[in-house]
C-alpha cells in the first residue's frame, strides 16, 4: 500500500481507479483528522489566553481591595501562579515559530549579588577529536548562571560550557546547554524542590518566604516564586496522573473528603471547595495517595476520579458516595465513624449506654492491633475466631437498646448509624485485604488540616489543584520513607530529558535515590 503523505507524481499517474479512490479516501481521514487536532489546538488555546486574561483583571480589579492585606498576598500568589502554570501550558501547545520568525531575546535579571559564593561546573564535549581527525582547539565559553539554596545558604552555580573549533574543516563544538523545568530559568532544581517543600509540607506560604530567603542575602519577589510554582505543577501533572493510575489498579481503595475555603475575591469572603484523599488500600503493597481539589462535595467529582474503577471502596456514609454502589463498586464502613458518635455521647454525659458500645468496639480494635501485621491468612482467621463472636454480641445488644431509647434522640442515632451500615461495617471481617476503619486515609489528610492553619485558604480553582497535584507527590513519598526535597529535586532535575513512556520510574513507590559518585 503506498503512502499517501510520500507518493510520488510519476506513481500517482500510475494507479488505477480504485487505487486513486482508496488514496482519495485514506487522505480525506488524514485531513479530517488533522482539522480535528487543529480545532482543538485552537479551542484550548483560545481558552488559556481567556484565563490568563482573565486571572489578570482579576488580579488588578477594583474588587481584590475589598482584601485585607494576608488575604491580599495570599490571592496574588495563587493568581501569580495560575498565570505562570497557564503560560506554561499555552507556550506547549504552540506550534514551533520557524527559524526565520525566532527572536533572539535575553530575559533581562537583575545581577545576582557578587557576594553570594560561586560554583563552577563545567560541560565539555566528550571527544575533543574532529570527525577529520583534527584535535579541536578550545577557543572560548559560554557561561550561564543558576541560582541554588541549602537552608540559609545560597550559593551561584557558573554552568561553563566550552567552545572547541577545529581549524581545518571550521566546525564548532560544544557541550549542549543542560535541559531545566523552566527553560531558561534560573533557579536549579534544589531551589524549586526546596519552594514546592516549603510551601506544601512545611505550610509556609510564598510571602514569608520572601522574607526568609532575605535573610539569607536574596530576597526574591513572591511573584517569581510563584511563577515558579506555576510552572513546576504544570511539568509534575503528568506523575500525578500516572500514580493516580497505579492507585486505579488496586482492589481496595481509600476515600476521604475535607472543606477546604476558597477564596472568592468578588464577594471579598470565602467559598468552601472540597478536597479528596484517595489512597491504596492499607493493606496494599502500594503505598500512595492522590489528592482532587474540586468546587464542591458533589457526588460526581468522585465518579468523575474513579472512573470505570471496580473494587472495594473503604469510606464513610457520605452519600454522595451512594451511587457508586450502583456501579458495582462495594462500600466497606469504617468503624472509627461509628465509633465516634458513642464516644462523643461518653464526653457530653448525653447517654447512660454509650459506654458499653465503646468498650464492644475497642475489642475489637485490641484484635486488629495484634493481627495487623499478621500474613492475610493468620489475619483471617483471627478475625473470624475472635472478632465475629464480638460483633455479633454487639449487633444483639444495639437492636435490644435501640427498642428502648426515644427515636430522633442523640443515642438513636449513633445507634442508627451502625445498624444502617451493619454490613458495610462488618465486611473487613470476611476479606482480610480490607481494615477496620478509613483511618489510614484520614492520616493523610492531616498535612492538610495543619497547613489551613497557615494558608487559610485556596486562592483559586487552580491554586487547589496545583496544591493537591504537589501535594499527593510529596505525601507519597512521605509514605516510601523519602525525604520529599530529595525526591522532588532529583525528579525536576531528571524530568526534562525522562522519556514519557518511562514516567513511571519517576513516582515515589518505584523511585530510588541517586546513587552518590566518587
Known amino acids: ?77 495563587s493568581v501569580d501562579a495560575d ?95 543542560p535541559a531545566e523545568i523552566i527553560d531558561k530559568g534560573i533557579p536549579t532544581a534544589g531551589l524549586l524542590a526546596h519552594v514546592l517543600v516549603a510551601k506544601h509540607s512545611d505550610h509556609l506560604p510564598l510571602y514569608r518566604q520572601e522574607v526568609i530567603f532575605g535573610r539569607a542575602g536574596l530576597a526574591i519577589p513572591r511573584s517569581t516564586l510563584a511563577a515558579w510554582v506555576g510552572v513546576c505543577g504544570v511539568r509534575l501533572q503528568p506523575l500525578v496522573d500516572a500514580l493516580k493510575r497505579h492507585v486505579l489498579a488496586c482492589a481496595v481503595v481509600h476515600a476521604d473528603e475535607t472543606p477546604v475555603a476558597m477564596l472568592a475575591p468578588g464577594k471579598g469572603k470565602t467559598h468552601r471547595a472540597y478536597l479528596w484523599a484517595y489512597a491504596a488500600g492499607a493493606f496494599e503493597p502500594l503505598r500512595a495517595v492522590v489528592y482532587d481539589f474540586t468546587i464542591s462535595r458533589a457526588g460526581e467529582h468522585a465518579r468523575n476520579f474513579l472512573g470505570n474503577w471496580k473494587g472495594i471502596l473503604v469510606c464513610d456514609h457520605y452519600a454522595g458516595y451512594s451511587a457508586l454502589w450502583e456501579r458495582g463498586i462495594i462500600e466497606a464502613g469504617c468503624m472509627a465513624h461509628a465509633r465516634r458518635y458513642f464516644v462523643d455521647l461518653v464526653k457530653t454525659g448525653k447517654s447512660t449506654i454509650a459506654a458499653t458500645a465503646v468498650e464492644f468496639i475497642g475489642q475489637l480494635y485490641g484484635i486488629e492491633r495484634e493481627a495487623k501485621d499478621m500474613a492475610p491468612e493468620q489475619r483471617l482467621q483471627v478475625r ?33 448509624y451502625s445498624l444502617r451500615r451493619w454490613s458495610a461495617l462488618m465486611r473487613y471481617l470476611d476479606d482480610p485485604a480490607l481494615p477496620i476503619d478509613n483511618n489510614h486515609d484520614e492520616q493523610q489528610m492531616r498535612i492538610w488540616a495543619t497547613g489551613r492553619k497557615n494558608w487559610l485558604f485556596a486562592g483559586t480553582l487552580l491554586a ?5 497535584t504537589i501535594t499527593s507527590l510529596i505525601q507519597s513519598a512521605k509514605l516510601n520513607g523519602h525525604d520529599p526535597y530529595a525526591y522532588l529535586k532529583d525528579v525536576l532535575t531528571r524530568l526534562p530529558t525522562h522519556k514519557a513512556r518511562d514516567i513511571d520510574q519517576l513516582l515515589p513507590h518505584i523511585w530510588q535515590p541517586p546513587t552518590a559518585t566518587a
Open 1 to 77: 500500500m503506498l503512502d499517501a503523505a510520500q507518493i510520488a507524481p510519476e506513481q500517482l499517474a500510475a494507479l488505477g481507479e480504485s487505487e486513486l479512490r482508496e488514496l482519495a479516501t485514506r487522505l480525506l481521514a488524514r485531513i479530517e483528522r488533522h482539522t480535528h487536532e487543529i480545532d482543538w489546538r485552537d479551542a484550548k488555546l483560545e481558552k488559556l489566553a481567556y484565563e490568563i486574561a482573565h486571572l489578570r483583571r482579576m488580579k488588578f480589579s477594583a474588587r481584590s481591595e475589598q482584601l485585607n492585606a494576608q488575604q491580599k498576598a495570599l490571592f496574588d500568589e
Open 83 to 177: 498565570i505562570a502554570a497557564l503560560e506554561a501550558e499555552l507556550e506547549d501547545l504552540k506550534a514551533p515559530a520557524s527559524a526565520g520568525d525566532k527572536k533572539k531575546t535575553q530575559p533581562k535579571r537583575t545581577a545576582l549579588p557578587q557576594e553570594l559564593a560561586r560554583i563552577e561546573i563545567s560541560h565539555e564535549p566528550d571527544s575533543t577529536t574532529c570527525a577529520c581527525g583534527c584535535t579541536l582547539q578550545r577557543v572560548g565559553e559560554d557561561i550561564s548562571q543558576k541560582l541554588d539554596y541549602t537552608p540559609g545558604v545560597f550559593t551561584v552555580q557558573n554552568h561553563v560550557r566550552g567552545k572547541w573549533a577545529c581549524r581545518d574543516c571550521r566546525t564548532l563544538t560544544q557541550a549542549p546547554v
Open 384 to 416: 473470624q475466631q475472635r472478632a465475629r463472636p464480638i460483633t455479633q454480641a454487639l449487633h444483639a445488644w444495639l437492636i435490644a437498646q435501640r427498642t428502648k431509647v426515644v427515636d430522633g434522640g442523640a443515642t438513636a442515632k449513633a445507634i442508627d
Open 464 to 468: 487547589g489543584q496545583r496544591a493537591a
